[in-house]
């Protein structure tokens, strides 16, 4: 795995880290009459060992805790035992899934007294996050041992350089079309059309549009980075359904303005905020919308209905563990077939022979991914041919952030999306 972008003093401050706590035990180890290097030093089995006593840990973690690093204690076993403030802060629920990754059990069973071992891992759910896991086993007392363990998030890095890769094969492919196309304009406006005002008009409108192209081209990437780089952030804010429906309202305007599509909203009253980025949760919703849009526009030129109904969801509704907000996005479009459902999310998948295949950057569904999975969210798509297409993004109320629950569901069961109106 490259570890280009992360920094080495960021390894070394966490080994120092590490150092620096066990060091400060041994001092009150000392001072309670029982130094770690005066017992003898014998081979036991990480699975056997014995338990580490309430009293030698309690003295352990209370040092550790004051350390500003992502710090946990396990047993010889590799089960946790205590995780700092500093490790919640920055995994959460996912330091479960960290410690039973395959690499990280790995060092583990290794592992014996004094022993050091480091790991790098790549965790994909809830969100890709980039990990490298420092573990060091230490003996208490009386044959006891744990094994701290300093986990560092390099996820941003790992962030950076996948968009990196991924801008030079977009640039390479996506941009190449409008490029070309706008220098066999200018060498034509060059030479043969250089006395010619009516084509001269033409291919400045054609080169206008080409330039738009390769604008919303763009606009979208830095979209998707800006998502990319937050996914495994966990929003602080609170988002007001009320305020967000007023927004959407307000951005979709020019979009409908003249249009033969029209927006449709359902929503009661006094609908409970939930956790989130309110700017990235009007984001989905406009990318779902402008979506409709462009789907709905070719079928036989008939008026393209757009609706948004959101609703509060009661535990165990449409698979989900807790209650939610649901916002449902419908349009009454020839519709998508279900082969092509499973990859929507798909950064640069458009489907072929559809008004959106020809307008679109193939960017704005993948984008939607990425914020509904920073938001331990759901997404269901639900389509059929001739009749439209419906897109439910769910997210959790209350403590729904604080847990580990992910799903992305791609339904084609239903008979057809729900009415719009």
Do not use: C
């Not at 980025?277 to 406009?286: F, G, M, N, P, R």
């Not at 109904?309 to 449409?318: D, F, K, L, Q, W």
Request: glycine share 10%; charged share 25%.
């Amino acid at each position: 795995m490259s570890m280009a972008g992360f920094g080495s003093e960021n390894i070394l401050a966490g080994a120092a880290l590490l150092a620096a706590a066990v060091m400060a035990w041994r001092v009150m180890a000392s001072r309670a009459g029982r130094r770690a290097d005066a017992l003898p030093k014998t081979d036991i089995d990480p699975a056997r060992a014995a338990p580490p006593s309430a009293d030698a840990l309690s003295r352990l973690i209370e040092t550790l805790d004051l350390v500003p690093a992502a710090i946990l204690v396990l047993d010889a076993g590799g089960r946790i035992l205590h995780a700092g403030p500093g490790a919640w802060e920055l995994f959460g629920d996912s330091l479960s899934a960290i410690i039973r990754h395959p690499a990280a059990q790995s060092v583990l069973l290794r592992l014996r007294d004094g022993d050091r071992g480091e790991v790098d891992m790549l965790l994909d759910v809830p969100v890709r996050r980039a990990v490298r896991g420092q573990f060091r086993r230490v003996r208490l007392a009386h044959g006891e041992s744990v094994v701290l363990a300093t986990l560092l998030d390099w996820s941003e890095q790992d962030a950076v350089e996948r968009m990196r890769t991924d801008f030079v094969a977009y640039a390479s492919h996506e941009l190449r079309t409008p490029l070309a196309a706008l220098m066999g304009f200018i060498e034509t406006l060059r030479g043969p059309a250089a006395d010619d005002p009516q084509a001269q008009q033409r291919f400045l409108g054609v080169m206008a549009a080409q330039a738009a192209r390769m604008q919303r081209l763009l606009d979208r990437l830095l979209m998707l980075s800006r998502a990319q780089m937050s996914e495994h952030r966990k929003p602080r804010g609170q988002v007001d359904p009320a305020e967000t429906i007023a927004r959407v309202r307000d951005e979709t305007a020019p979009l409908l303005a003249g249009g033969p599509a029209t927006l449709h909203v359902d929503a009661p009253d006094g609908l409970p905020a939930f956790p989130g980025d309110a700017d990235q949760i009007v984001q989905v919703l406009l990318n779902l919308i402008e979506n409709a849009i462009k789907y709905g526009s070719g079928a036989d030129d008939r008026a393209v209905r757009i609706g948004l109904r959101v609703r509060v969801t009661a535990p165990g509704e449409g698979g989900a563990a807790r209650p939610g907000i649901a916002f449902t996005v419908t349009d009454n479009g020839p519709g998508i077939e279900a082969r092509h459902l499973p990859r929507l999310t798909e950064r640069f998948y458009r489907v072929e022979g559809t008004a959106a295949r020809r307008t679109g950057t193939g960017l704005g569904l993948a984008i939607v991914k990425h914020i509904i999975d920073r938001h331990l969210g759901r997404l269901a798509i639900d389509s059929v041919v001739g009749r439209g297409t419906s897109f439910t993004v769910w997210f959790p109320l209350g403590d729904g952030l604080s847990s580990n629950r992910h799903e992305t569901i791609m339904d084609t069961s239903r008979p057809q999306p729900a009415d719009p109106g």
